[in-house]
């Protein structure tokens, strides 16, 4: 059965840092990739960015683009979301899912199949 869980969540004023991580347990289907996606109430979910597990690639949504870096640790089957610059629209809960290798490119939520329970991350003006 896999497993995704976030942590490092929390409350920042702009400006500042947080880093999200995502523990992923019971995957064995192959290739994979890993991607952070945000919602908020009353909102779609958006993809913030992923990262293939083979060969690292990564992806950004435009928002993430030079503010948030998306890293993993395959030792420890975990991927990092490091959000710098944050700003009070960067408030959301984060998930992080996991989905097929080579889907990541999209930032889709469709293409992803296993989800985590999130956390919240608040920015403050």
């Known amino acids: 059965q896999v497993h995704l869980v976030e942590s490092g969540g929390g409350s920042v004023q702009a400006g500042g840092s947080l880093r999200l991580s995502c523990a992923v347990s019971g995957y064995t289907y192959g290739s994979y990739c890993i991607a952070w996606f945000r919602q908020t109430p009353g909102k779609e979910r958006e993809g913030v960015a992923s990262?293939?597990?083979?060969?690292?690639?990564?992806s950004y949504a435009d928002f993430a683009k030079g503010r948030f870096t998306i890293s993993q640790d395959n030792a420890k089957n975990t991927v990092y979301l490091q959000m710098n610059s944050l700003k009070p629209e960067d408030t959301a809960l984060y998930y992080c899912?996991?989905?097929?290798?080579?889907?990541?490119?999209?930032?889709?939520?469709?293409?992803?199949?296993?989800w985590g329970q999130g956390t919240q991350v608040t920015v403050s003006s």
């Open positions: 899912a996991v989905g097929r290798a080579g889907y990541g490119w999209f930032l889709l939520p469709v293409d992803f199949n296993y």
């Open positions: 990262i293939e597990r083979d060969d690292g690639a990564p």
